[in-house]
């Protein structure tokens, strides 16, 4: 019983956590946002979120200019809505 009840909370914390990767910031994180969540950024259209999910891992979010995912007017609008 007793690791029943340790796993239940661990189930329910992963989706809490996902949740928590963008809610308390109000950031999306580059690295692990899904596409449609990454198309509801200011400038990001379907190509753009695929070319970003596609230059996957970031290790800053520089690396969207350094690899060239969105340009300098994009990234702009979007800096202080992304996180990794």
């Known amino acids: 019983k007793i690791g029943?009840?340790?796993a239940m909370?661990?189930?329910?914390?992963?989706?809490s956590?996902?949740?928590?990767?963008?809610?308390?910031?109000?950031?999306?994180?580059i690295n692990s946002a899904s596409q449609s969540e990454l198309e509801g950024l200011p400038g990001i259209g379907p190509v753009t979120?695929?070319?970003?999910i596609s230059l996957r891992p970031y290790g800053s979010v520089n690396d969207l200019l350094s690899k060239k995912a969105?340009?300098?007017?994009?990234?702009?609008?979007?800096?202080?809505?992304?996180?990794?």
């Open 70 to 84: 969105v340009g300098q007017s994009v990234f702009d609008k979007i800096k202080d809505q992304i996180s990794l």
């Open 9 to 15: 909370p661990a189930v329910s914390n992963v989706g």
């Open 4 to 6: 029943e009840t340790t």
């Open 17 to 29: 956590t996902e949740a928590s990767i963008e809610s308390p910031s109000g950031s999306i994180s």
């Open 49 to 52: 979120a695929g070319k970003i």
